[in-house]
């Protein structure tokens, strides 16, 4: 059973950053696309940035030029550094990935952004 563990979350003020890390365990063979998402009260869930097995990346616009999404495909872990953060980045940022004909979830990690 494939397990995605995400952590890095936290409260930062406005400007500062965070880097967020994923790490998928159970028997992975090789993982497609690794994506973040993210969640605000009230909204739907937005995709934030995704990266393919082949290192090609997309990026929300709200997102683009402070948000950078890699992955290490040796540890099976991708990683979102987050550079000047503002208020509205606030909300649970969620893990995904695509192995196979499956998409996994992680189970979310805060990111509150302080004005």
């Known amino acids: 059973q494939v397990q995605l563990v995400e952590s890095g979350g936290g409260l930062v003020q406005a400007g500062g950053s965070l880097r967020l890390s994923c790490a998928a365990s159970?028997?992975?063979?090789?993982?497609?696309?690794m994506t973040w998402y993210r969640q605000t009260p009230g909204k739907q869930r937005e995709l934030v940035a995704s990266?393919?097995?082949?290192?090609?990346?997309t990026y929300a616009d709200s997102v683009k030029g402070r948000f950078t999404i890699s992955r290490d495909n040796a540890k099976n872990t991708s990683y979102l550094q987050m550079n000047s953060l503002k208020p509205e980045d606030t909300g649970v940022y969620y893990c995904?990935?695509?192995?196979?004909?499956?998409?996994?979830w992680g189970q979310g990690t805060q990111v509150t952004v302080s004005s």
């Open positions: 990266i393919t097995s082949g290192g090609s990346t």
């Open positions: 159970g028997g992975i063979f090789s993982i497609n696309a």
């Open positions: 995904n990935c695509n192995v196979g004909l499956f998409n996994y």
